[in-house]
């Protein structure tokens, strides 16, 4: 089938620069008025393995083992042969969801709003029992992931989000989301030079900074693995194989950086983190599905070959910097 052009919700400024769309079911889990129930098989997460938002929600899903509390549904990394930009389940038999029955994901979006008019992303939660979206919030789904959802957590779950820390990292997540999650896609989705440099440069100025941090400590707030790092993580793992290239964000690779690349294989070879990283089909979405891309680059329909990511199980020696093997502070 041949594919069309795509409508694309703007969001790019009179200047040029990538203002991404807010979420519009930010209810957060709980157990205060109003708060969504916590409740063990009754929600479904949605995801495309292509996407970092919705990777550290599964990679935090993962490593609190969550795995049989709240069910996966994945979406395909290639986009869709509509008129629409939107995620499709052809990876299920039949190419429909088999807990909510849907071939897009924008079925339950509009089911749950028919007014809804934005894109229908990942990662989203649906409330299997009442079939509706009841959170997309990317922002903070890992954090209710790591509070609410504590009752359910395997025994001696790590803490990824310590009581006496989340000021800092939430403060720290804030500059990772705007600096370098979303900046790679200011650089990608620029449309204009000026927006584009300017979007570049900070990109490059956050890494270096964070390059420094990481040569005194393993991971960003020391011994242990915490949210920050789920975050940074979902970024850099996609950064060589795509956001280099993709997203024109060129100035260096990942592996150009000492400490980052280091920081990378340390957490690429934790479980959660490498065995739910999924780099064919990040390729495939960057490279052939992705919509800023021209139609020749997608006529051409050719994959890159490289990069080599073999090199991501090779050692890292990080260990030494905390002097511990373990990487996770275990609940008490």
């Excluded at 041949?2 to 790019?12: A, D, H, I, W, Y």
């Excluded at 922002?139 to 009581?163: C, I, M, Q, S, V």
């Excluded at 620029?190 to 584009?196: D, F, G, L």
């Excluded at 789920?230 to 964000?249: E, G, M, W």
Aim: net charge negative; with cysteine.
């Amino acid at each position: 089938m041949e594919k069309t052009k795509k409508e694309v919700p703007v969001e790019v400024d009179k200047t040029g620069k990538f203002i991404r769309q807010k979420n519009q079911f930010a209810t957060p889990f709980g157990d205060q008025p109003g708060d969504l129930p916590v409740e063990a098989e009754r929600y479904r997460l949605l995801w495309a393995a292509v996407c970092p938002w919705a990777h550290r929600s599964v990679i935090v899903r993962s490593v609190l083992g969550l795995e049989d509390v709240i069910s996966l549904g994945t979406a395909s990394p290639m986009r869709p042969n509509i008129d629409r930009v939107d995620w499709e389940f052809s990876l299920d038999e039949n190419g429909i969801d088999p807990v909510l029955g849907i071939q897009y994901i924008s079925e339950i979006y509009k089911k749950t709003d028919p007014e809804y008019a934005g894109r229908p992303t990942v990662p989203v939660i649906i409330d299997v029992k009442e079939q509706k979206v009841v959170n997309n919030d990317y922002f903070r789904l890992t954090n209710h992931l790591e509070t609410a959802w504590g009752p359910f957590h395997k025994e001696n779950a790590p803490d990824l989000y310590p009581e006496q820390l989340r000021e800092e990292i939430d403060a720290l997540n804030d500059v990772i989301f705007h600096d370098v999650n979303n900046g790679v896609y200011k650089c990608g989705f620029a449309r204009s030079q000026e927006a584009y440099e300017e979007s570049y440069d900070v990109l490059f100025d956050r890494l270096d900074e964070l390059e420094q941090r990481l040569s005194t400590q393993r991971f960003l707030f020391g011994d242990y693995i915490t949210d920050s790092d789920v975050r940074l993580y979902a970024t850099l793992a996609r950064f060589d194989v795509a956001y280099y290239s993709a997203f024109k964000a060129n100035r260096n690779r990942i592996v150009d950086f000492p400490n980052l690349w280091g920081y990378l294989r340390d957490l690429f070879q934790t479980p959660g983190f490498g065995d739910t990283t999924n780099f064919e089909a990040i390729k495939i979405h960057y490279h052939l599905s992705n919509h800023i891309s021209s139609d020749d680059q997608k006529s051409q329909n050719i994959l890159p070959k490289g990069p080599d990511v073999s090199n991501f199980y090779s050692p890292h020696n990080r260990e030494s910097l905390s002097g511990k093997e373990e990487k996770f502070l275990i609940y008490k």
